[in-house]
Structures are given as structure tokens and as C-alpha cells.
């Protein structure tokens, strides 16, 4: 019984020993543990595009409808970013970790023109138009008839626009940016001038374009007949003490000079003048204005009386000087007036012997 144990110890002891020593060799060959260097970490850069400082998912490319220019590059630890402007490609000095940022800009900016009442280079089709980065936009704008630029021109993010009236242009200056720009005509404002002469109707007035221009204008006492020049080629009419402009289309200055009306006149007659009487004043056809008074003196031989008959209308005043001498007046002359005198001797009032 001790045997067999004695066996079997032996037999696990030899199986022990054959292993270890079959151990032994295979790592007989083999050097100590040594400490293991990691490979380096690869630098990385990345790219991050602008378009008008805004942040794009790719970088642009040119195309026929839009054109781009590189701006500028910013890059992370000290990077040198070159941009080949001809083949459109980029590249660094040296890799790092960090973030290049490439910026584009547009080549041409778009200018949207909104115009009331005229015209953009002649016609209205178009209104929107490029205009290269950085230069002016000239635009040729003109107003409808009866039109004028009296409202500035508003443009966005407040963009100044400046109106030429002498050559109908619209220039932008130094275009950095899309645009668009608002250009309202208004209707003309336009002034009358009435200046009478002998008359009553001066004034003035504002009038649009188109309208009708009418004033009242009336000649004093005595005057009639108006001449009328009115500047800028205004036509005018003028009837029943109305001035006429059917059509306003400029600035204008009317003038208006009554003349004056002849003179109404009525003839004071003495027909036949008898031999026996003389006129002392006045004459035997006398020209009397229309509402002046007339009169004319005579002197009868002696001997004789004297009578005047001038066809119902009866002399005013009638006034006998102490020298014989007789006035005959009439006062407010309204019509023509014909005037006979007869003469018959004196009865004889002298006793008979």
C-alpha cells in the first residue's frame, strides 16, 4: 500500500517537472519586459468658409450667374494659409490641430431699384441689376411727365443714394452689399403769378401739374380791354373777366394790363347863329365828355332878345351878366345836344309924344 502511494507521488512529481521544464525552453530565448512608446498623435487642420461673414457649409465656387472673391484667412497656431486666386485652391504652411477660416465675398452685388412714376434707362422691364464689389452704381431714372424727385431716395440698411435732376441719375455709392432702394416721383408743384395793372385780380397760387389755373380779374373805371402775356409758353384763355389756363405745365407769371377805354363823348351844337349874336366862350360844335359838363356864353346885339331852343333838353343854368353877357350850362352831359337861337327885336316900351 505504501508502494503504490509511494508511485503515484512520483509519477506527479515527474509530470511537474516535465512541464516546468518544457516551460523553461520555450522562454529560454525570450529578453526581460521593456517599456512601450505610443506612436505620435497625427495634426489635424480644419476648414471653416464665410460667405459675407457668414458661416457656409462648403467653400463657394464661381459659376456664369455668381462670381466670388477670396477675402481673407484667418487660422489657429500661427497657421499661413496661401490662396491661389486662379486654379481657386488653398493650402497651409504646416498641418496643425486647430481651424483655418477661409472668407469669401461676392464679386458683384445686386441692386433692386422700386421706382413710382418713371422710368430705369428708358424702360420699365428690368430692375434689378449687378453691380461689381466696391464701385458705383450709376442708374439713368426718368420721371413720368409731370414728375419730379422731391423725396429722397430710401435705400436698405440705410445705403445713401444721391439724385442728379440735371442728368435724371441715381448713383450708389461704393456698393459693398446687396441693395434695394426706393424712388418715388411726385406730381410737380407749380406756381401762378397773376399781376393786374389797372384793374383788380393780383394773386398767387400753387397748382400740380395738369391742373386748371383759374382767376377772376376786372378792369378799373374807365379801362376795358385787357393785354395779357403770361412766361413759360402757358396758353391761356380770356372771356367774361376770366382768366383761363386750361393746363398747367410750368412755373408762370401772367400779366395783365387793362387799357384804356375811350372816351365817350357827345357833340354840344349851335345851329345857325344868327347875325345879331356872338359867342364870347366856347364854340358853335363843342366834343363834351360823357358825364362833363358843357356850356357856352353869347352876347346879343342890342335891340334884340334871344331865345334857345335845344329840342326839350333845357339848359342847367342859365346866367345873365351885368354886360349882357349870357352863359348857358349843361350839366352832366349824357347825350348829344342840338341848340337853335332866334332873335327878335325888343318892342318899344319908350312913350310916344
Known sequence: MNNKLITMILAVLFIISTVCGTLGYVNKDKTPDTPVTPEPIKEETTYEFYLEEQLVAEMPTNTEEEKYEFSKSLCDNNMQLTFDNESWTYIVDQEKTGVC????????????????????????????????????????????????YTKNATCSNDKEALFDKSTNTLTITSVSEDVACKIDFEKRSLKVDINVQN??????????????????????????????????????????????????????????????????????????????????????????IAGKDGKFSIKVEEGYDVNLDCGGIKPSDVLVEPDGVITYTFLGVSSNITCQLTVTPKENTEPTD
Do not use: H, W
Open 101 to 148: 477660416r477661409l472668407y469669401f465675398v461676392k464679386a458683384q452685388y445686386d441692386v433692386t431699384l422700386t421706382v413710382t412714376n418713371g422710368l430705369i434707362n428708358g424702360t420699365d422691364a428690368s430692375n434689378v441689376f449687378k453691380v461689381d464689389r466696391l464701385t458705383d452704381g450709376q442708374f439713368n431714372i426718368i420721371p413720368n411727365e409731370g414728375y419730379e
Open 199 to 288: 384793374g383788380k385780380g393780383t394773386t398767387s397760387e400753387f397748382k400740380e401739374y395738369g391742373e386748371t389755373f383759374t382767376a377772376v380779374v376786372q378792369p378799373d373805371d374807365g379801362f376795358e380791354k385787357a393785354k395779357i402775356e403770361c412766361s413759360n409758353k402757358q396758353e391761356f384763355t380770356y372771356a367774361d373777366n376770366k382768366l383761363t389756363i386750361q393746363k398747367l405745365t410750368n412755373d408762370t407769371v401772367c400779366n395783365v394790363t387793362f387799357l384804356k377805354a375811350p372816351a365817350v363823348t357827345y357833340n354840344l351844337q349851335i345851329n345857325d347863329l344868327p347875325e345879331q349874336v356872338i359867342i364870347t366862350a366856347g364854340n358853335t360844335l363843342q366834343t363834351i
